[in-house]
């Protein structure tokens, strides 16, 4: 079985301070892992996967898969980063996304 | 490219009644999916469907279904409304397996169950 999990509901960072949203996993295959993010007002997105190793808007993601990881992170948070955050994962071959319940973080000025 | 486009966009409905919703593509995308979202249990999946055929399933009672068009649009019906069937339910389309895997949004139906 496939399990995502967030465990901050809530996360509330200044301005400028560096920004972590924790991931965990569980699932006995080869996952892929991504971040959706939901901006107010506006449609859930695709932040970034893992496969890519990319940084999008200054976040960053890295898979541990020794301790079934993918935490979020970003050095230095901005106020348009106030946002709902999502983890997801899939199995290779799958269109299903498991997802987190989400954190909603939000950057104080 | 005109994005993910859903279905009502809000409806209320009565206990025991049956609701449809909608959902057209974005054009070129072939695979469909449902997903239930709501404060308590997040984003919950539904199913898939990919050239009218379901391809996986998530755990939701037989009231829950769906169907795909030869166009790709897709509807999902559920039927005997249940006071928790109350929801955002969001669609989201994506090109086939294999490619990234990023699944575009709908702005999604809200379902309000008296």
């Known amino acids: 079985a496939q399990r995502v999990t967030q465990p901050e509901k809530l996360l509330s960072v200044f301005k400028g301070a560096p920004v972590e949203l924790k991931c965990n996993y569980s699932y006995s295959g080869s996952p892929e892992l991504f971040w959706y993010v939901q901006y107010s007002r506006q449609r859930l997105q695709l932040l970034l996967r893992h496969i890519s190793r990319e940084s999008i808007k200054g976040f960053t993601a890295d898979l541990n898969k020794g301790e079934t990881s993918f935490h979020l992170k970003k050095p230095f948070a901005q106020e348009e980063d106030s946002a709902m955050y999502y983890c997801a994962l899939r199995a290779r071959g799958n269109e299903k996304l498991t997802f987190g319940t989400g954190t909603r973080l939000t950057i104080i000025p | 490219k005109a994005g993910v486009t859903q279905t009502p966009r809000y409806l209320i409905k009565t206990r025991g009644q049956q609701v449809t919703l909608s959902c057209s593509p974005i054009?070129?995308?072939?695979?469909v999916s449902w997903y239930q979202q709501t404060p308590g249990q997040g984003l919950q999946f539904l199913f898939e469907y990919f050239s009218e055929t379901q391809r996986n399933k998530g755990n939701f009672p037989g009231r829950f279904s769906g169907r795909q068009f030869s166009n790709s649009r897709s509807e999902m019906n559920v039927s005997t409304l249940e006071l928790g069937d109350s929801a955002l339910y969001l669609c989201a389309s994506s090109l086939p397996t294999g490619n990234t895997g990023e699944l575009f949004f709908g702005e999604g139906s809200r379902l309000t169950v008296l």
């Open positions: 054009s070129g995308h072939r695979s």
